[in-house]
């Protein structure tokens, strides 16, 4: 039996055992996590390698020569077109020829439309021809066309508010001027909706002035939609110089009549593809970041600023990252979508292709404003990985890259993956003159300058090869799906 005393011993003897224990699990737990943490961070090793794309790849890089092959050797590529063809046998043949490891193609299903004819006259007070184009979907005129009297509105909104008979019988002409290219999204709607609107209130026809800030003789394309409960009505662009002639003939006090020739017709389902080239990643190869852009361009130019240079730009980041032997932790895939312009297509059909596979998209970020300089970097990522979207922010400050929030939106063809939980990056390209070629038949390669174009292949160099190593995930999946959930409350 034990005595008091050896009770006594014992207990000192359990206390310093019990506190030994819990001292060298305290020491252990503290180094663990400070591991965790190191690991939770770029090494500096990482950083240099990712200083070293940035410097390197701004001078090296592959985005300019792709782009003079694509509006050289295919040109114009209109969704449903044989440019479309073109554009993807070029695509898959020029991944192949980068050295991309793995090259493929997912179909994607769209309804198509041809344009045709495109013309329009002032008949009076003051007869002069215009200078218009179609808009995208658009309906025939009559085989000879149609002529009204033009009833002019600032805005879609003030058309929508005017009475039924102001507008029946009349052709409306929608005189929103875009000032800058932040009012895209405000002036856009005239185009996309226009026409069913101006339908409600018996208008024939529909002509607007170009979303764009341009102030050349050159007309903006564009898609428009009809709605399923109203009559279908042509629909065209005027450029801006003939939408400022117009209104001044219209201040005249003159009725002024407008002649409108369209001959663009539906032209039945065709299939096209995603293109798609992915390098593999070293350790997680299942796992990747997604870059790319758009492949399909309007009919007018030859598609180089909208969008050749976002498909230039990600198939040149990821090809650098290949030809200078570095291969990150996670797959690199660039995707080519099919038909972006008339309806966002090749993004929808990709999604429902990879929907199970949401978790497995380390970060997106599509290239679809232009040829560069990228000017910010935002993200949305889970909280844990916002140290890692600080360094990666750190080495690319030198190129004049701003932060941003962690709120991003990736693109066009990407903003549904976004929605989907996939973790996400907007490199927001500088547009200030996109819109003075954008869907025009001035989109052409001559506008492009090697220094803006090789500053966005190099930022997207380093984005894709950071995203790439990261060592943890960014959240893509129910994480983040959480995060957007809990946003819509």
């Given at each position: 039996m034990?005595?008091?005393?050896?009770?006594?011993?014992?207990?000192?003897?359990?206390?310093?055992?019990?506190?030994?224990?819990l001292?060298?699990?305290?020491?252990?737990?503290?180094?663990?996590?400070?591991?965790?943490?190191?690991?939770?961070?770029?090494?500096?090793?990482?950083?240099?390698?990712?200083?070293?794309?940035?410097?390197?790849?701004?001078?090296?890089?592959?985005?300019?020569k792709?782009?003079?092959s694509?509006?050289?050797?295919?040109g114009?590529?209109?969704?449903?077109?044989?440019?479309?063809?073109?554009?993807?046998?070029?695509?898959?043949?020029?991944?192949?020829?980068?050295?991309?490891?793995?090259v493929?193609?997912?179909?994607?299903?769209?309804?198509?439309?041809?344009?045709?004819?495109e013309?329009?006259?002032?008949?009076?007070?003051?007869p002069?021809?215009?200078?218009i184009t179609?808009?995208?979907?658009?309906v025939?005129?009559?085989q000879?066309?149609?002529?009204?009297?033009?009833v002019?509105?600032?805005?879609?909104?003030?058309?929508?508010?005017?009475?039924?008979?102001?507008?029946?019988?009349?052709?409306?002409?929608?005189?929103?001027?875009?000032?800058?290219?932040?009012?895209?999204?405000?002036?856009?709607?005239?185009?996309?909706?226009?026409?069913?609107?101006?339908?409600?209130k018996?208008?024939?026809?529909?002509?607007?002035?170009?979303v764009?800030?341009?102030?050349?003789?050159?007309?903006?394309?564009g898609?428009?939609?009809?709605?399923?409960?109203?009559?279908?009505?042509?629909?065209?662009?005027?450029?801006?110089?003939?939408?400022?002639?117009v209104?001044?003939?219209?201040?005249?006090?003159?009725?002024?009549?407008?002649?409108?020739?369209?001959?663009?017709?539906?032209?039945?389902?065709?299939?096209?593809?995603?293109?798609?080239?992915?390098?593999?990643?070293?350790?997680?190869?299942?796992?990747?970041?997604?870059?790319?852009?758009?492949?399909?361009?309007w009919?007018?130019?030859?598609?180089?600023i909208?969008?050749?240079?976002?498909?230039?730009?990600?198939?040149?980041?990821a090809?650098?990252?290949?030809?200078?032997?570095?291969?990150?932790?996670?797959?690199?895939?660039?995707?080519?979508?099919?038909?972006?312009?008339?309806?966002?297509?090749?993004?929808?059909?990709?999604?429902?292709?990879?929907?199970?596979?949401?978790?497995?998209i380390?970060?997106?970020?599509?290239a679809?404003?232009?040829?560069?300089?990228?000017?910010?970097?935002?993200?949305?990522?889970?909280a844990?990985?916002?140290?890692?979207?600080?360094?990666?922010?750190?080495?690319?400050?030198?190129?004049?890259?701003?932060?941003?929030?962690?709120?991003?939106?990736?693109?066009?063809?990407?903003?549904?993956?976004?929605?989907?939980?996939?973790?996400?990056?907007?490199?927001?390209?500088?547009?200030?003159?996109?819109?003075?070629?954008?869907?025009?038949?001035?989109?052409?390669?001559?506008?492009?300058?090697?220094?803006?174009?090789?500053?966005?292949?190099?930022?997207?160099?380093?984005?894709?090869?950071?995203?790439?190593?990261?060592?943890m995930?960014?959240?893509?999946?129910?994480?983040?799906?959480?995060?957007?959930?809990?946003?819509?409350?």
């Amino acid at each position: 039996m034990f005595n008091r005393k050896d009770v006594q011993r014992l207990k000192k003897t359990g206390l310093a055992v019990l506190t030994s224990c819990l001292l060298t699990s305290t020491i252990a737990f503290a180094s663990a996590t400070k591991e965790n943490n190191k690991a939770a961070v770029f090494s500096e090793k990482e950083l240099q390698t990712a200083a070293w794309i940035r410097d390197a790849a701004r001078t090296d890089n592959l985005s300019y020569k792709i782009l003079e092959s694509l509006t050289t050797e295919v040109g114009p590529r209109m969704a449903g077109s044989p440019g479309d063809a073109l554009a993807v046998a070029w695509a898959e043949a020029k991944f192949k020829e980068l050295g991309f490891d793995k090259v493929w193609k997912e179909p994607v299903t769209f309804p198509s439309w041809k344009r045709g004819i495109e013309k329009a006259e002032i008949t009076a007070p003051f007869p002069q021809a215009l200078v218009i184009t179609a808009l995208g979907n658009t309906v025939a005129t009559p085989q000879n066309g149609l002529t009204a009297e033009l009833v002019e509105f600032a805005t879609l909104k003030e058309m929508q508010a005017a009475p039924i008979d102001k507008v029946r019988g009349k052709i409306v002409f929608i005189n929103h001027k875009m000032q800058n290219s932040n009012e895209y999204g405000l002036v856009v709607p005239g185009r996309s909706k226009g026409a069913s609107e101006a339908a409600r209130k018996g208008a024939v026809a529909i002509v607007i002035r170009s979303v764009g800030t341009d102030s050349h003789r050159l007309p903006h394309t564009g898609v428009m939609t009809y709605d399923a409960d109203v009559a279908q009505i042509p629909a065209a662009a005027m450029s801006n110089p003939d939408a400022d002639m117009v209104a001044r003939m219209i201040k005249r006090g003159k009725p002024v009549t407008l002649k409108l020739e369209i001959s663009a017709s539906a032209a039945g389902t065709y299939t096209s593809y995603n293109v798609i080239g992915e390098m593999t990643g070293s350790e997680l190869p299942n796992e990747y970041v997604l870059i790319g852009g758009h492949l399909d361009s309007w009919d007018l130019g030859t598609g180089a600023i909208d969008d050749g240079a976002g498909c230039a730009i990600t198939m040149a980041a990821a090809e650098f990252i290949k030809r200078s032997g570095l291969r990150p932790k996670r797959s690199i895939r660039v995707v080519l979508f099919a038909n972006e312009e008339q309806g966002l297509f090749g993004g929808k059909a990709y999604l429902a292709a990879h929907q199970s596979q949401i978790a497995r998209i380390q970060a997106a970020a599509e290239a679809d404003l232009g040829q560069g300089p990228v000017t910010k970097m935002a993200s949305f990522v889970r909280a844990e990985a916002l140290p890692l979207v600080k360094q990666m922010h750190t080495v690319l400050a030198p190129l004049g890259i701003e932060a941003g929030d962690n709120n991003a939106f990736p693109g066009p063809d990407m903003g549904d993956l976004r929605m989907a939980g996939a973790a996400s990056f907007g490199l927001a390209l500088k547009a200030d003159d996109y819109f003075d070629l954008h869907h025009t038949p001035d989109d052409t390669f001559d506008k492009i300058e090697p220094a803006r174009i090789n500053q966005a292949a190099a930022t997207y160099a380093v984005f894709a090869w950071m995203a790439a190593q990261a060592p943890m995930s960014f959240g893509s999946g129910a994480e983040l799906l959480s995060v957007i959930k809990a946003a819509k409350k």
